[in-house]
């Protein structure tokens, strides 16, 4: 079912006319009968004011099932398990981008997209014809989302995440003093110094996890 749709099926449901609704919403009627006709779709700052008419969630007046998002959910986590692993790049930074449109403030999904984007910078510079204007976007967008992440995300794991991909991004770009900086003060360890110094307790960190994932099995 269409918004349209069911937007005429709760105008019923109410005992309202065409023109009753659009004068309560302040548009023409035959605005409407497009919508309940499939010709076109109301304003988004629409929304909100036919949930309080209909007395309902915007969930229900668009459609969108507790199943829905549940699969919705499970889609994208199974996506966000292999992306550091995904060898297909490009397919990665789509998936990341929806799962961060469709979920803006979850911090794990703007961290995969932070670091899909540094691949396609990595990418793009080992190509044969490299462009700059790609590449400094992918960077800049890069590391404006591992700042959100660093300013707003309070679980520490994905701050660690954040602050790491930040300087990754930074140290490949040459910006070695902002790195350093970033290191010396958002790094977790106040006792790290340098980029490199993080980077490398990083990966150490990393194989000692590896290394023991493996005992365990």
């Not at 009968?33 to 779709?41: A, F, I, Q, V």
């Not at 930074?93 to 929806?98: C, L, M, Q, V």
């Not at 990754?168 to 110094?193: Q, T």
Request: charged share 25%; glycine share 4%.
């Amino acid at each position: 079912m269409t918004i349209g749709e069911r937007i005429k099926a709760l105008r019923r449901q109410n005992g309202m006319t065409q023109e009753k609704l659009a004068e309560y919403l302040c548009v023409s009627y035959q605005a409407v009968s497009k919508w309940e006709c499939g010709l076109s779709n109301p304003d988004l700052s629409l929304i909100y004011p036919l949930t309080k008419l209909f007395n309902i969630s915007a969930d229900e007046l668009l459609g969108i099932t507790v199943a829905d998002n549940d699969m919705t959910i499970k889609k994208y986590n199974s996506a966000l398990q292999k992306y550091r692993t995904n060898q297909d790049h490009n397919s990665s930074y789509w998936w990341a981008k929806e799962a961060s449109l469709a979920y803006p403030k979850n911090y794990n999904y703007l961290e995969w997209l932070a670091f899909a984007e540094y691949q396609l910078a990595f990418d793009e510079n080992l190509s044969e014809n490299p462009s700059s204007e790609f590449f400094n976007e992918m960077i800049e967008n890069s590391l404006r989302r591992y700042e959100i992440i660093i300013e707003e995300c309070t679980d520490t794991e994905i701050y660690s995440k954040a602050v790491l991909g930040k300087i990754m991004v930074l140290r490949f770009s040459e910006r070695i003093g902002e790195a350093d900086w970033s290191a010396e003060f958002e790094y977790p360890d106040m006792n790290i110094k340098t980029a490199t110094q993080a980077l490398y307790l990083f990966e150490e960190g990393q194989d000692l996890l590896n290394y023991l994932e493996n005992e365990s099995k």
